[in-house]
């Protein structure tokens, strides 16, 4: 009866291999964008999250595109296609978490997408912050976001975790925009 199991608990290993997952990859320095490029070129499916900023020189202004979190690129992948991403020229390793690639959640994949199409300012943090109430965005350019509620005086903010990156990212909505969905586990 133990070897069925056993051997249940590896047919199921071996699914799950199978199936793509979020990972975030760290890349040499300022090579985000190139990183990113190399890997769709070879047909990964990859997130480089892009913030739009105002970058000044000594003779102009120009808003440029610049990653949201610096040395990170996020990929989207089965376990056929992890040496692939590690012989990306400019990918140094996988982001790890307790010996293994960390996964990200699909949801806070969709979050991080959700917040950066919104054109709303953003603020990144790796800091770790008390746990609050959950809340969803119900309207406006950040509807569907889901994250935990702060506060900062009256001002309303919805925090959203990167947690295998210890990243943190906050939005400022209107406190009319947002429902209440439970406590964080």
């Not at 917040?115 to 609050?132: A, H, M, P, Q, Y």
């Not at 309303?156 to 939005?171: A, E, F, G, P, S």
């Amino acid at each position: 009866m133990k070897a069925l199991r056993r051997e249940e608990i590896i047919m199921q290993e071996k699914k799950d291999a199978l199936l793509p997952k979020w990972y975030a990859i760290y890349t040499h320095p300022r090579a985000e964008k190139q990183v990113f490029q190399r890997l769709l070129e070879q047909g990964i499916e990859a997130y480089l999250p892009l913030q739009k900023t105002l970058r000044q020189w000594s003779d102009r202004k120009k808003m440029v595109e610049v990653p949201l979190f610096t040395s990170y690129v996020f990929v989207r992948i089965n376990r056929r296609s992890y040496d692939d991403v590690l012989r990306t020229n400019g990918v140094v390793k996988y982001v790890m978490f307790e010996g293994k690639a960390a996964t990200i959640p699909n949801e806070q994949i969709d979050n991080l997408k959700i917040i950066v199409n919104s054109n709303e300012n953003i603020e990144t943090d790796w800091k770790r912050l008390e746990k609050g109430e959950r809340v969803r965005v119900t309207a406006g350019s950040l509807r569907g976001l889901t994250g935990e509620l702060i506060t900062d005086g009256k001002r309303k903010k919805v925090l959203v975790r990167i947690d295998r990156i210890d990243q943190n990212l906050v939005v400022e909505v209107h406190g009319a925009l947002l429902e209440a969905i439970g406590r964080r586990q």
